[in-house]
T-cell receptor, first 113, second 113 residues
């Protein structure tokens, strides 16, 4: 059974602080890793992707990947109230079509002013 | 900015009735998907569609489900005889040139009574 696991939260973060989200995955054939943001009642929106071990930064977001530990994380720096959402970790497994993703259940982030 | 559009936004139906959910993917995308999200649960892959045929489907996508691209723009999901457990948000998505970058529509909420 291919699993993507996340802490459900809620993760409460003061405005301006760093939010740290974690995700583990079970299938070693996972090759691509994604973070989607989903506001309540809305559809998911891609915010970051990472393919290689290490860090990848995009604006206030940093994704970190450790394939040996089967672990991917997302850091949100200078958190804003607009960052309050559920963050979905997703993986694409080698051999699956480009858009076939295994999603985690998501971590709810609440940024408090 | 190009977007995926879905109709209807909300449909209420009686158990056993047929439902058709419609999607217009982004025009130059070639890979199309249906995902669903039961309230409070994970986003789950249902089916992928490429070159006018199903390329992959999940265990959820049983004989009650079908997909079609009846013309050059629309992409439909049909549920032949709805069950209570089919109540969910159904997302259509398409992928462009970046693997895993799913562009989701706003979703169709299906309520089966």
């Amino acid at each position: 059974q291919k699993e993507v696991e996340q802490n459900s939260g809620p993760l409460s973060v003061p405005e301006g602080a760093i939010a740290s989200l974690n995700c583990t995955y079970s299938d070693r054939g996972s090759q691509s890793f994604f973070w989607y943001r989903q506001y309540s009642g809305k559809s998911p929106e891609l915010i970051m992707f990472i393919y290689s071990n290490g860090d990848k930064e995009d604006g206030r977001f940093t994704a970190q990947l450790n394939k040996a530990s089967q672990y991917v994380s997302l850091l949100i720096r200078d958190s804003q109230p607009s960052d309050s959402a559920t963050y979905l970790c997703a993986v694409n497994i080698n051999g699956d079509s480009w858009g076939k993703l295994q999603f985690g259940a998501g971590t709810q982030v609440v940024v408090t002013p | 900015e190009p977007e995926v559009t879905q109709t209807p936004s909300h449909q209420v139906t009686q158990m056993g009735q047929e439902v058709i959910l419609r999607c217009v993917p982004i025009s130059n995308h070639l890979y199309f998907y249906w995902y669903r999200q039961i309230l409070g649960q994970k986003v789950e892959f249902l089916v992928s569609f490429y070159n006018n045929e199903i390329s992959e489907k999940s265990e959820i996508f049983d004989d009650q489900f079908s997909v079609e691209r009846p013309d050059g723009s629309n992409f439909t999901l049909k549920i032949r005889s709805t069950k209570l457990e089919d109540s969910a948000m159904y997302f259509c998505a398409s992928v462009g040139t970046l693997a895993g970058e799913l562009f989701f529509g706003e979703g169709s909420r299906l309520t089966v009574l």
